[in-house]
């Protein structure tokens, strides 16, 4: 069966924004290799419309390699989103989702799909999918650094979780992604 990951960016006063943070080579290298082992990746409408900047970027690459990586990555992996107000995705290898998120995701955990990962790239989704216990991983990567406003990562959160730490990964900029696994 196919894992479900929580993999999104914070800062240590926990905002989650995708505008936050510091990307460097490491980190979206990073990023590149988390989506060639994925199967598909699910959005949130707003989080997709951010990264569609990386569309641009497959067509007019960056002269920066590991940018340039990171948008052939992600304009590869097929993408689900969920949005009451899309009406089409704009990109070719996106598609909207026709269910609730518990049913599309119990459907996508089924499939065998190489085994490859379902990631979950949105905080919305994140929250929803945390709710209803269906997350299998949380690869939460952690940037040095205070935003002191925006949304905080974990809102809206019915039960309490405890994690078990698998692993952790440090960047030279500081940022540390911690890789857990809920305990049940």
Same mark, same amino acid.
């Given at each position: ?5 929580a ?9 989650c ?6 990307? +460097?080579?490491d980190?979206? /290298?990073h990023?590149?290799?988390l ?10 409408r707003t ?5 569609q900047f990386?569309?641009?970027l ?7 390699k ?5 948008? =052939?990555a992600?304009? %590869?992996v ?5 949005s ?5 995705? $704009?990109?070719?290898?996106? &598609? =909207? $989702?026709?269910?609730?998120?518990? %049913?599309?995701?119990?459907?996508l955990?089924? /499939?065998?799909e190489s085994?490859k990962?379902?990631l979950?790239?949105?905080?919305? =989704?994140?929250?929803?999918l945390?709710?209803l216990?269906?997350?299998d991983e949380?690869?939460?990567c952690?940037?040095?650094?205070i935003?002191?406003?925006g949304?905080?990562?974990?809102d809206k959160?019915? +039960?309490r ?5 698998l &692993?952790? %990964?440090?960047?030279d900029?500081? $940022?540390?992604?911690?890789?857990? &696994?809920?305990?049940?």
């Amino acid at each position: 069966m196919r894992k479900v990951i929580a993999a999104i960016n914070m800062t240590l006063d926990g905002i989650c924004d995708h505008t936050a943070g510091i990307p +460097d080579e490491d980190l979206h /290298q990073h990023y590149a290799e988390l989506l060639d082992n994925a199967g598909v990746i699910l959005y949130g409408r707003t989080t997709y419309q951010l990264m569609q900047f990386w569309q641009s970027l497959v067509n007019n690459p960056s002269g920066q390699k590991s940018m340039d990586d990171f948008a =052939l990555a992600i304009d %590869k992996v097929p993408k689900i989103v969920f949005s009451q107000t899309l009406k089409n995705t $704009a990109w070719n290898s996106a &598609k =909207l $989702a026709t269910k609730e998120i518990e %049913k599309e995701v119990l459907e996508l955990k089924q /499939q065998p799909e190489s085994g490859k990962d379902i990631l979950v790239g949105s905080r919305s =989704l994140i929250i929803q999918l945390l709710n209803l216990n269906m997350i299998d991983e949380f690869q939460i990567c952690i940037h040095p650094m205070i935003e002191g406003k925006g949304l905080p990562l974990f809102d809206k959160i019915k +039960d309490r979780t405890i994690f078990r730490l698998l &692993k952790t %990964k440090t960047f030279d900029s500081g $940022a540390i992604v911690l890789y857990y &696994k809920p305990i049940r």
